[in-house]
């Protein structure tokens, strides 16, 4: 009986490192998701606060041609 529980025993061990290397290769991908996705934010919020402040200098300027 014991030759056979260690032969159980084996078998997960041998798959262990299979597994660990999957999710090892998941928390890579999910990692570089998750920067890609941030650089992109951070993109549109500099396109976005470039686009604010054209509008708003066009806003300024339509002001000063009103008053004057």
Do not use: H, W
Not at 7 to 22: G, N, S, T, V
Not at 51 to 68: A, I, N, V
């Amino acid at each position: 009986m014991d030759p056979g529980a260690g032969a159980r025993k084996e078998r997960p061990k041998a798959r262990e490192p299979a597994a660990r290397l999957e999710k090892a290769k998941q928390r890579s991908a999910q990692q570089e998701l998750k920067q890609r996705q941030r650089a992109e934010i951070y993109a549109l919020n500099r396109v976005m606060t470039e686009l604010e402040q054209q509008q708003f200098d066009s806003f300024c300027k339509q002001m000063q041609g009103s008053g004057e």
